[in-house]
């Protein structure tokens, strides 16, 4: 993010030197209340550094509205259980001056996909599905035909981890805005032919997660919109969330901004059999307490909606486009970003665009929601983590106590040799790190961070070798011999 960080400071230099005084379309976008309640009561919230970035966002966030001329964006920060901060800029309803807020609703199009997902595993941990189970199970009706000759069947996984092979899309809907209803996608599968093969490659799909949609119903006996409304919308308190209705309080939707500077304002369109793929409407503050429900630990009860171990299991990558820079678990996109691995989703829809980054070891996310079609909704999301993201990140972690370093543990420096490498372990900063010597990158490094009884558990940045181990060592006469990780060693060389 350190790249990021620097153009947005570069931006905000150069905006204040431009505009002097704000216009009065910056001024008004400032007047939204951004914060809820609980954030303001908030250490974290009201940590300096975290104001600090909250300003210089909002003053780039007031530019890019003032020379862009957009209609509006709503954004927020999530940490762990908390939403710390959320404001909205610029307008809901340009002509009315109705003004953006954290509680304006969206249409959060292929979110939707998220909790399509969740169902699906929810329906699993009750003995429902089966990932591994044929979509034709239940539903007879699915049989498209295949791309090949030896093609196997298609699975649930298959359909919500976007590797079943399937078309994009169900019809010409995204330029008509007529979507299909759930019997004219049974009766597309009587000409429908896969792309590919199912397990090929990563193939996005609004077709295969709309099936899932229609596995949900057929599981658990109800229509999708009341299954997720009563097992995720209502457990986790999205009371402003509903499925697929023309509801009061949605932003007005607008389409790109035009040769001439006009922008079309849209109709709402209903995602009638599409609603599992594309359906969804939420608001920032609803979205946040699902963001935190993904940091939530244990079996699934109340406001945790899936137990940790199916969490995991949505956050794990099942394909990767070419690039290995992305990928897909079971609903969630998985991004790469900056060397740090992310889950979401974005999502686009007549007039709205949507993004969420969730960061799952710092217990970040971020939300950002807007109502114009040509919003640049990566940029918007990523440079709210270079900036509040991250303050909040280190406001956040917890700080080493003063006594977790014992003087007495710079007796294990030294080096250690095995039959296949030399180890040595150095005192830095009252924190014992080893380092395989020849290696090419001192960035190799490992932490020997302390779990008591004088020992220590070897963390790296990599997920290889013996990460996670519990690392000890053998002393004679007061003096370390042998260094044990897990269950091989190596020996201390005489010095």
């Not at 830095?428 to 020849?438: P, S, Y």
Request: charged residues 25%; proline residues 5%; without cysteine.
């Amino acid at each position: 993010m350190k790249k990021a960080n620097k153009r947005v400071r570069f931006f905000l230099v150069t905006l204040l030197v431009t505009l002097g005084t704000a216009s009065s379309h910056a001024q008004e976008t400032k007047q939204v209340s951004a914060t809820t309640p609980a954030a303001s009561e908030s250490s974290i919230a009201n940590d300096p550094d975290v104001l600090a970035a909250i300003r210089l966002f909002s003053a780039w966030m007031d530019g890019q509205l003032l020379y862009k001329s957009l209609p509006g964006v709503a954004v927020g920060v999530v940490s762990d259980q908390q939403l710390v901060w959320s404001k909205g800029f610029g307008y809901a309803d340009v002509k009315a001056k109705v003004l953006m807020t954290p509680s304006t609703k969206f249409r959060i199009a292929s979110h939707s996909k998220l909790f399509n997902a969740v169902a699906i595993m929810q329906l699993r941990e009750e003995g429902k599905l089966r990932l591994d189970d044929p979509v034709s199970k239940y539903l007879p009706w699915f049989k498209p035909r295949p791309a090949g000759d030896d093609d196997g069947t298609i699975t649930i996984e298959q359909l919500i981890s976007h590797t079943s092979g399937l078309q994009r899309e169900a019809g010409d809907h995204w330029t008509s805005y007529n979507f299909p209803t759930r019997e004219e996608l049974k009766a597309l599968f009587a000409d429908r032919k896969a792309a590919f093969p199912p397990a090929t490659r990563h193939k996005y799909s609004n077709l295969a997660v709309s099936i899932a949609g229609l596995v949900v119903e057929e599981a658990s006996g109800q229509p999708w919109e009341d299954y997720v409304t009563r097992n995720i919308f209502e457990p986790l308190g999205m009371t402003a969330s509903s499925v697929d209705r023309d509801v009061a309080g949605l932003a007005v939707p607008y389409g790109r901004r035009m040769p001439d500077g006009s922008r079309e304002q849209l109709r709402f369109v209903s995602a009638r059999g599409m609603g599992a793929a594309t359906g969804v409407t939420s608001t920032v503050e609803d979205l946040a307490k699902f963001v935190s429900a993904q940091f939530r630990k244990g079996p699934r009860g109340g406001p945790r909606i899936l137990s940790s171990g199916s969490l995991r299991e949505m956050h794990r990558v099942r394909s990767i486009e070419e690039s290995w820079a992305s990928g897909y678990g079971l609903g969630f996109a998985v991004s790469r970003i900056n060397n740090r691995t992310y889950v979401g989703h974005a999502g686009g829809y007549p007039g709205n665009m949507t993004m969420t980054y969730i960061q799952l070891d710092d217990k970040i996310g971020v939300i950002v929601l807007a109502n114009y079609s040509d919003a640049e909704r990566d940029i918007l999301a990523q440079q709210l983590l270079a900036s509040v993201g991250q303050a909040v990140v280190k406001a956040a972690t917890p700080k080493r106590p003063a006594d977790e370093w014992d003087p007495a543990w710079a007796r294990f420096a030294g080096i250690y040799r095995g039959r296949g490498a030399d180890v040595q372990v150095v005192v830095l900063n009252k924190r014992l790190t080893a380092i395989t010597l020849g290696n090419n990158v001192v960035e190799s490094s490992f932490r020997l961070e302390p779990i008591g009884g004088g020992r220590f558990k070897y963390m790296a940045p990599t997920g290889g070798s013996v990460i996670g181990e519990v690392v000890r060592f053998v002393e004679e006469h007061g003096k370390p011999m042998r260094m044990y990780t897990g269950d091989g060693w190596i020996d201390r060389m005489k010095e």
